[in-house]
């Protein structure tokens, strides 16, 4: 009989990931805060992504960005390059698939690494995360941290425990007092308005918690809250992250620091996660007709949205355009939003016949422009070349300015 193994996770976070590649990429931005997202000036633009020297200002993504500049007036301000993210996202998931069959990425910048069973491989988690670390440095410059548990959720918690360039490893057993460890405001998946009612209601430790009844909990804070705070104190064993990895379809999803209200910058979190996704597709060379988004409210509600269309995706309008209308229909307005994802499921290669477009708006030929760029980008790194389409999106959204500026 096959030896059954106790799961093993790693949770890898890219340290402040597009800031992080901005730097790699201009080296005199190294040392200085940098700024993804938005420039000074722009009406409505929000922070992407702070490297570590901004967060040092109390610079933070969803941010708007005058808030940043207010905080921050000598940063470095720059809307990014997702080709190139996507690009240099691809690899490191490629290294990590050198460790195991099982790699399930929630966005562009971290992913769970089911590494059980390959100790007589790679060594112990311990040694297989500083194996992917020295890789990860080797091959791109960029540091990652990991986190090690026996559960999805702990992992989650312990890769942001050290940050940047750590690991920490939660052993087997030990995850409540690890969870019982942590201050109240590193409960992963608590948002700021879930922490003001926990403190109203005079809980404001993770002992607190943890001394409180379920059905008590779910009298304080609702079924989906309360239960969800019984079982993060205990380790959340059965929260899984992601798809089924036997299901062909590619997903992208973010977990906000703060809940999002305001309609804009949730729509911009769509379109920067269906920009990663087309990119993705792109690489892959595949496609799908099948959209869906997932939205996780404030109150740890998740609700979700799928579309199946006659035609397949085309090109990265395309594709957030249909986000946004399946977000139409489905959002709660009255809610903030701690999660968005957005998946192409029962995908298939872009080379596979399909029916001709009966009318044809152009989106055939924006495709086809968009894959010559990815291609060219491909064989080129140097070029950064972006579709007309695209930059009238960014300058109806994030302003008219110039691609980068120094302040």
């Avoid at 790194?381 to 999106?393: C, F």
Wanted: aromatic residues 10%.
């Amino acid at each position: 009989m096959e030896k059954q193994f106790d799961k093993v996770y790693l949770h890898v976070d890219l340290d402040a990931f597009f800031a992080s590649v901005e730097q790699l990429d201009h080296p005199e931005y190294r040392g200085k805060p940098v700024i993804v997202g938005g420039l000074p000036g722009d009406r409505r633009s929000v922070v992407s992504t702070a490297s570590y020297e901004a967060r040092k200002y109390g610079v933070h993504s969803a941010m708007p960005t005058f808030k940043a500049v207010q905080l921050c007036p000598n940063g470095i301000y720059t809307r990014g390059n997702y080709k190139r993210y996507s690009e240099i996202s691809d690899k490191i998931m490629n290294i990590f698939g050198d460790f195991s069959p099982t790699v399930i990425q929630i966005s562009i910048d971290e992913a769970f690494i089911d590494i059980t069973g390959t100790e007589h491989i790679f060594g112990t988690p311990l040694e297989t995360a500083k194996k992917i670390k020295e890789r990860v440095r080797k091959e791109t410059g960029l540091t990652v941290s990991v986190g090690i548990a026996y559960t999805m959720y702990i992992a989650k918690i312990a890769s942001g425990y050290n940050k940047p360039d750590g690991i920490t490893l939660i052993p087997k057993g030990k995850e409540t007092d690890f969870m019982l460890s942590l201050p109240l405001d590193k409960l992963w998946g608590a948002g700021s308005k879930t922490l003001e009612r926990m403190k109203a209601c005079g809980i404001t430790t993770t002992k607190d918690i943890y001394k409180t009844s379920q059905p008590l909990l779910v009298t304080l804070f609702g079924e989906s809250t309360g239960t969800f705070l019984y079982n993060a104190v205990r380790g959340n064993k059965d929260m899984i992250f992601g798809d089924d990895p036997k299901n062909h379809s590619l997903s992208a999803e973010t977990t906000f620091i703060y809940d999002l209200t305001d309609l804009y910058v949730i729509e911009t979190a769509i379109m920067d996660l269906a920009n990663q996704l087309i990119w993705r597709m792109h690489a892959e060379n595949v496609r799908s007709r099948t959209i869906s988004i997932k939205i996780r409210y404030e109150d740890f509600k998740t609700v979700s949205i799928q579309e199946t269309s006659e035609n397949p995706v085309t090109n990265a309008d395309d594709l957030y355009e249909r986000c946004r209308r399946l977000l139409e229909k489905k959002y709660d307005r009255s809610k903030g939003i701690r999660l968005l994802g957005v998946c192409v499921s029962n995908v298939e290669k872009s080379s596979e016949p399909t029916q001709g477009f009966l009318f044809d708006f152009g989106d055939a030929k924006k495709a086809k422009v968009e894959q010559a760029i990815f291609n060219m980008e491909n064989k080129n790194p140097a070029l950064k070349l972006r579709k007309a389409r695209l930059i009238d999106i960014e300058r109806r959204n994030l302003g008219t300015k110039n691609d980068e500026t120094k302040n």
